[in-house]
């Protein structure tokens, strides 16, 4: 099992917001897959992940507009395609 941590959009980021989610819990995720949209003190954009192969997102740990420190985990992953 794996997780999905939340983005440094910038090398100054301590901390971001998740605005959206864009999977949901037991869809397949690849790379270049867009996961979520991060907001910032100055930024928002969508993230997609750089994952190793298909996985299957899991339970998400971080609801949408909550803030969550970098990199901390918001949402768990089950390398099982």
Known sequence: ???I???ALSSTMKE????????TE???????????????DKVMMMNNDT????????R???D????ALVPFSVRFLDPKP
């Open 26 to 40: 037991g869809q397949k995720v690849s790379a270049g897959d867009v996961l979520m949209v991060v907001e910032s």
């Open 51 to 58: 994952l190793p192969h298909t996985l299957i997102t899991k």
């Open 5 to 7: 941590t939340m983005p």
């Open 1 to 3: 099992m794996g997780d």
């Open 60 to 62: 998400r740990i971080m």
């Open 64 to 67: 949408p507009n909550h803030q």
């Open 16 to 23: 971001g917001k998740i605005v959206q989610w864009t999977v």
